[in-house]
């Protein structure tokens, strides 16, 4: 077993409650407009990050930026995001590997230039944070996008505390692989892995654990 992997499952224990706020999980939901986005990732940064009233209003602009720039590149797009997601459900109710691979692909490349449109702005809302903020805002993110995948376990309220408690420091320890060499790029990857685990393996139930863990691909018995 990873050295992480109990750190990161006692570190989720003694956080528990210490993260607060409603996380928002996209799957399973309408799709938001740019301005239920970007005011929802305001609030829940001011509320998570703690902003003093000097912060919030130097990020007043830097959000109405990041907002004019996500309608403009979701009113050029809109057509591509309907077609891609339309293909996706296509190829999901075939048994084409292939083209569930392609839609699925075509659809992260367009989610990709999503959040480059607004790569500027985020990096002025950012700046404006202190470094703990900034950590904390990375545990933040980082939750949002692993809760989704344990959407069919129905998570507990005191499971879902766990798993963001875990995220948080999961996000702190990836922090310190800041380069894209070789080294960096595994020790994030052993971070993913020790965060999965811990979820797996120690937040869940057995029961949940079978609904949302794919089972190990069994090896076809050799014939005699």
Known sequence: MNR?????????????GLLSGTYAVAAGRAAKSAQETVQEQSD?????????????????EAFKTKLAALETWEKANADKVMAAE???????????????????DNLKALKEERTQATAEADKAILAVLTDPQKATWAGVELAQTTLPRYK??????DQTAKIKAACAIAARDMAAFTGDDRKDKQGKTTVQKSLKWAIDN???????RDLVVKPAPQTPATPK
């Not at 120690?202 to 949940?208: A, K, N």
């Open 4 to 16: 992480k992997m109990p750190v990161l499952v006692c570190g989720a224990v003694l956080l528990v």
């Open 44 to 60: 829940l940064m001011v509320q998570e990050c703690k902003l003093t009233a000097d912060q919030q209003a130097a990020l007043k």
């Open 86 to 104: 339309a293909a996706l459900k296509t190829a999901r109710a075939g048994t084409d590997a292939d083209a569930k691979k392609t839609a699925n």
């Open 152 to 157: 069919k376990a129905n998570l507990t309220d």
């Open 202 to 208: 120690v937040i869940l139930t057995p029961e949940q």
